[in-house]
């Protein structure tokens, strides 16, 4: 069992930049890949960005390349969003989760963080 807690969200204005966090229990972090998805009103839920066991392979939305940067702290067992060059369209709850057979099926889930960017 993992629990994921995000936290790093808020209220930003157009081109500005905000950093997510999701701390994760459990001594086994480092054996899940990680996933930061995001759901907007009226929307259906999308991967923002993907992150390997080990760190060494990511994979982002277009939405997202060249503006996030998911990373991975496995000492902390925190996984982290950096996010640059935010648009009014990034405006979402922002969700973690764990992959625990890396098979893109998620097993686990945080409650989410909501980022709102204003234009």
């Known amino acids: 069992q993992v629990q994921l807690v995000e936290s790093g969200g808020g209220l930003v204005q157009a081109g500005g930049s905000l950093r997510l966090s999701c701390a994760a229990s459990?001594?086994?972090?480092?054996?899940?890949?990680m996933g930061w998805f995001r759901q907007a009103p009226g929307k259906e839920r999308e991967l923002v960005a993907r992150?390997?066991?080990?760190?060494?392979?990511?994979t982002y939305a277009d939405s997202a390349k060249g503006r996030f940067t998911i990373s991975r702290d496995n000492a902390k067992n925190t996984v982290y969003l950096q996010m640059n060059s935010l648009k009014p369209e990034d405006t979402a709850v922002y969700y973690c989760?764990?992959?625990?057979?890396?098979?893109?099926?998620?097993?686990?889930w945080g409650q989410g963080t909501q980022v709102t960017v204003s234009s």
């Open positions: 459990g001594r086994t972090f480092s054996s899940y890949a």
């Open positions: 989760a764990a992959d625990q057979a890396t098979d893109y099926v998620y097993d686990y």
């Open positions: 992150i390997s066991q080990s760190g060494t392979s990511r």
